[in-house]
T-cell receptor, first 115, second 113 residues
Framework: GAVVSQHPSWVICKSGTSVKIECRSLDFQATTMFWYRQFPKQSLMLMATSNEGSKATYEQGVEKDKFLINHASLTLSTLTVTSAHPEDSSFYIC???????????FGDGTRLSIL | GESVGLHLPTLSVQEGDNSIINCAYSNSASDYFIWYKQESGKGPQFIIDIRSNMDKRQGQRVTVLLNKTVKHLSLQIAATQPGDSAVYFCAEIFSGGYQKVTFGTGTKLQVIP
């Protein structure tokens, strides 16, 4: 079946550091990728939608200069949390949508802890 | 029984019993619905989906019911097993919105051996 891989799965870093998270579709080409944020015991909240070769569409309240998204190829999207602070600590999950009438496939998430 | 606390509502069921997880969705224009299972530390896993032109769909041990009149979705799990313990999310999709998925609040299912 379709597989989406996220890397890293867990990262701990100091406040002020920028962190890059990768999302790859391993066996299909993803025309669209989505980035979600999930706080403990809460639901997934969509942050942005990215289409290959174009600018990402951010949801209301999500700072595009804080969360940089690059979807440079049909198999890779990256989310960079710039100048991360403790309040950015969360579980970040990506998903990928291929062609056709298929549901989104989710990665296993990246747990980000900012000290 | 089912309880609602400050965070995720929790449903506790005995192993072997049937589970019913409910969800209210918000957009009457949503035309596609999915149930996801999320285990601790992992991403959501697709369980079953249903289109808005249907009111019931069955899979292996799972059944999804859709009531568009009251915007209600339910997931029934037959003969619940310990491996079913997880958080379950319903999700609605409006096709006109580039397949954007809106997740519900989630229900934690605890299976008692």
């Amino acid at each position: 079946g379709a597989v989406v891989s996220q890397h890293p799965s867990w990262v701990i870093c100091k406040s002020g550091t920028s962190v890059k998270i990768e999302c790859r579709s391993l066996d299909f080409q993803a025309t669209t990728m989505f980035w979600y944020r999930q706080f403990p015991k809460q639901s997934l909240m969509l942050m942005a939608t990215s289409n290959e070769g174009s600018k990402a569409t951010y949801e209301q309240g999500v700072e595009k200069d804080k969360f940089l998204i690059n979807h440079a190829s049909l198999t890779l999207s990256t989310l960079t949390v710039t100048s991360a602070h403790p309040e950015d600590s969360s579980f970040y999950i990506c998903s990928a949508l291929g062609l056709g009438d298929q549901p989104q496939h989710f990665g296993d998430g990246t747990r980000l802890s900012i000290l | 029984g089912e309880s609602v606390g400050l965070h995720l509502p929790t449903l506790s069921v005995q192993e072997g019993d049937n589970s019913i997880i409910n969800c209210a969705y918000s957009n009457s224009a949503s035309d596609y619905f999915i149930w996801y299972k999320q285990e601790s530390g992992k991403g959501p896993q697709f369980i079953i989906d249903i289109r808005s032109n249907m009111d019931k769909r069955q899979g292996q041990r799972v059944t999804v019911l859709l009531n568009k009149t009251v915007k209600h979705l339910s997931l029934q799990i037959a003969a619940t097993q310990p491996g079913d313990s997880a958080v379950y999310f319903c999700a609605e999709i409006f096709s006109g919105g580039y397949q954007k998925v809106t997740f519900g609040t989630g229900t934690k299912l605890q299976v008692i051996p």
